[in-house]
């Protein structure tokens, strides 16, 4: 727990100036702990280093965070869990959104767990508080996407993937 209450405070510190793309320009913290809400209170998820890589999983991608001060003070396994899950923003997004898909399959499966808590937390939101300048088309395609993302990490986690399957059908039915 008390790992987990450590991981919060550095993600909220590193994330405090960021804001969610909604209308309400809503804290960005809100997403990591709802992505670690997901795999423990909807899915069952009690693995530590799971629980914390969902609450650091955009540090390394979205602040100044290096895998190695990851590693340093949450572990190796919490680091290396975050580094399968990030994407290198060097690359143009088509790319970076590309080799999601590609990837998918071949990250371990406590990546996998962080990567479908993501992708549920991302439907859920675009359905709740899309993006202000996010059309229905836009929507439509992040959602076809994000199921290609998933789709290749089935297997891994059926309460997880029907968690994911249930937040794509209701975005289906309201984008």
Known sequence: MNRLIQAIAFAAARHCNQRRKDAQASPYINHP?????????????????VLI???????????????????????EDVARIVMEVTDDKSLPKAERKRLQIEHAAHVSDQAKL??????????????????????????????????????????????????????????????
């Open 33 to 49: 702990i709802a992505l670690a809400n997901v795999l423990a209170n909807e899915a069952g998820v009690t693995d530590e280093a």
């Open 53 to 75: 890589a969902a609450i650091l999983h955009d540090t390394v991608e979205d602040t100044d965070t290096s895998a190695a001060e990851l590693a340093e003070i949450f572990g």
């Open 114 to 175: 962080v990567k479908l808590a993501d992708k549920i937390c991302n439907l859920r939101d675009i359905v709740a508080m899309p993006p202000a300048d996010w059309d229905s088309e836009r929507k439509q395609d992040y959602f076809n996407w994000a199921r290609r993302v998933v789709d290749p990490m089935r297997g891994v986690h059926p309460v997880l993937e029907a968690i994911f399957d249930a937040a794509y059908g209701e975005g289906n039915v309201l984008v």
